[in-house]
């Protein structure tokens, strides 16, 4: 993961790296520092805390310079303490930031160490620095062109000179990296959202591209070495759309924005119809006999609870696969499957390879649900559904998950429509629900009160269980996942069914048992197994339907949902999840956006 930004200027260029770092700390927030080029010297300062700490330290300092380069850390290799924190130096003239993973990183050391190159941490990056030190011809664009050929992996770097000040050079392969061009004045960052506000005007960089940035121009050459005119894209700001306004914290703005992003995600959506995902969708469905969904996460169980939708209403056969996991494994390629990628970033690395692995089987019906219209996974898959949850900020997906299964229904409802599966009628009674959703979260969302009341009870555990059925499984999955994400509480989610083949010998009187009990086919089959739990003085903490017949008694705690939302409950009934694990970290203390360990964007394998 990672985020660098970097930037040649003729200003003092501390701030604009400042608050880029603070726009990347999604991408990791294990450490984080900033070099600048000052009088022929390389001048750095680090921190092991937060962007803000550093940001304090270099006012103390008075710091500036107009050539620099940045980095907000996801520790790979090496603790997070501050001689790994970057940038890195090699002998106090190349300065060097990275975002991935070099795997032949301990030969390259050898070799450097051989050479008398000294480490003072324990990264893969200060192997690149010194190598581009070791190869340094008096040109850094051509000797970063030369060092990048010796090594094997991922990466996204920026690097510069002691020697050539007003220069930053930059290269990538398998990690994001875009350009912005400025007015005498040009960037690098592993994201656009890095510079909004500073410039619009973006070139995403390809694999394998070196850029050369100066005051007043910028260079690019390919994988081949020639030179090559990428196309200059202009991107909206969206700088305004990460302010917290009247909230704690981001996860909870994002959870009450969810009736917005859904409304957004369906503006424009009048009639369900195959070009919703690309002009050739139509032809493409038609032709599909089965579905494979590819994703990580929350992601994956947004494709989990895609797959009982496209089963039952597109009645066609749908897999979901952990995109980690397929592209590794042997697997049967059918050319005639739709592969599905769901992914809120478009950045996933595990995703990304995973589709690029399935076209390399022969299966060429790509399509992407994204949130980023811009991302690589966008660019990489022939169709796509844009979500509209606007920026997610928190770690924990909340409203990208949402709206993701929103964009997946509608996928249902095009894919059926294509082989004649929905009738008219059907169509309508499925957009009346969907346009009713915002409505129907509004009033989930007013249960707050009643969920606070609980998350002082789990504040309290270390172990909880979740219990879902059908369609509602991959929900207990996902609520599962939030609650250990941001309060570090022990959660395992199981279909309700399995309880009695193992994990009800984890169930005592101090375990908590959330369970989703919507008023489905399977509600009867589900309080038996609530039974299960109460005989073995389980504590129940059910989320039913108000029609569900569940009431509270001893053991057996309800906040009861204000109705049956059919297929389209999952994505109602995610929201009280979402709001257990926040005021569950909230009475722990936890840090909810940032929780340890993790990154927002996961860019490396
Ligand atoms: C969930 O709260 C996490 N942030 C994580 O599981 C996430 O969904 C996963 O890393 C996939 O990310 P993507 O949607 O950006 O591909």
Redesign the pocket.
């Known amino acids: 993961m990672c985020g660098i930004v970097g930037a040649v200027a003729q200003n003092n260029v501390i701030p604009i790296l400042i608050e880029g770092l603070k726009r990347l700390e999604y991408r990791g927030y294990d450490s984080c520092g900033i070099a600048v080029h000052l009088d022929r010297k390389l001048q750095r300062s680090r921190s092991t805390s937060r962007v803000a700490d550093l940001e304090k330290q270099l006012a103390t300092s008075g710091l500036t310079g107009f050539t620099g380069i940045a980095h907000t850390r996801w520790a790979t290799h090496g603790a997070p303490v501050t001689h790994n924190a970057h940038p890195h130096f090699s002998r106090d003239r190349i300065a060097l930031v990275h975002n991935g993973i070099i795997e032949n990183h301990d030969d390259l050391r050898a070799e450097l160490q051989a050479l008398g190159y000294v480490f003072e941490s324990q990264t893969d990056t200060e192997v690149i620095a010194h190598l581009v030190d070791h190869m340094y011809t008096g040109d850094l664009f051509e000797t970063v062109q030369q060092a990048i050929k010796r090594l094997t992996g991922a990466y996204a770097i920026a690097v510069f000179s002691a020697d050539e000040p007003h220069r930053v050079v930059a290269a990538r392969q398998g990690s994001p990296l875009i350009v912005g061009l400025g007015d005498g004045q040009n960037f690098v960052a592993s994201d656009a959202m890095a510079i909004a506000g500073t410039t619009d005007q973006i070139i995403y960089l390809e694999e394998g591209d070196v850029v050369d940035l100066q005051l007043q121009r910028v260079w690019i050459v390919d994988v081949n070495g020639r030179s090559v005119e990428r196309e200059v894209k202009t991107v909206q700001a969206y700088s305004s759309a990460v302010e917290l306004g009247p909230y704690q914290h981001y996860m909870q703005k994002e959870i009450f924005e969810q009736p917005r992003a859904i409304a957004d995600t369906l503006e424009g959506v009048v009639n369900i119809m195959p070009e919703l995902f690309g002009d050739k969708a139509f032809s493409v469905f038609q032709q599909i006999d089965s579905v494979l969904i590819l ?5 994956y169980y947004a494709g989990l609870t895609a797959k009982y939708w496209l089963e039952s209403v597109a009645k066609i056969p749908a897999n979901v696969e952990i995109a980690s996991e397929y592209r590794y494994r042997d697997s049967v390629p059918n050319p005639n499957t739709l592969v599905v990628t ?7 690395a595990d ?1 990304l390879a995973a589709v690029k692995h399935a076209r390399s089987l022969g299966m060429l019906h790509t399509l992407t649900i994204c949130n980023a219209a811009t991302s690589a996974m966008v660019r990489e898959c022939a169709l796509a559904y844009i979500t509209r949850a606007g920026v997610e900020v928190g ?3 909340t409203k ?1 998950f949402t709206t993701q299964l929103v964009g997946l229904f509608l996928l249902t409802l095009a894919i059926a429509q294509s082989k004649n599966r929905l009738s008219e009628e059907q169509e309508q009674a499925h957009l009346k629900a969907l346009r009713h959703l915002p409505a129907a979260l509004q009033s989930v969302l007013a249960l707050e009160p009643h969920i606070v009341a609980w998350a002082e009870a789990f504040a309290r555990k270390e172990n909880a269980l979740f219990l879902g059925r059908g369609m509602h499984y991959p929900i207990a999955l996902e609520g599962a ?2 609650l250990k ?1 941001i309060t570090y509480i022990h959660a395992e989610a199981y279909a309700a069914g399995e309880l009695k083949h193992g994990p009800l010998a984890l169930v005592t009187e101090e375990m908590p048992v959330v369970t989703i009990a919507p008023n489905d086919t399977l509600i009867e089959k589900l309080k038996s197994n609530m039974q299960e739990v109460r005989a073995r003085g389980g504590q129940l903490y059910v989320f039913a339907d108000a029609d569900s017949h569940i009431s509270p008694s001893e053991g057996v705690h309800v906040i009861r949902l204000p109705e049956n939302y059919g297929l389209l409950s999952p994505i109602l009934h995610v929201v009280p999840l979402q709001l257990l694990a926040y005021h569950t970290a909230l009475a722990r203390g936890t840090d909810v956006d940032k929780p340890r360990n ?1 990154a ?3 860019t490396v394998e």
């Open positions: 994703a990580c996460g929350t992601s769901i992914t809120q970033s478009g950045e996933t995703t770690v924990a997906s990208a996942l939030k994400e993790l927002k964007s996961v």
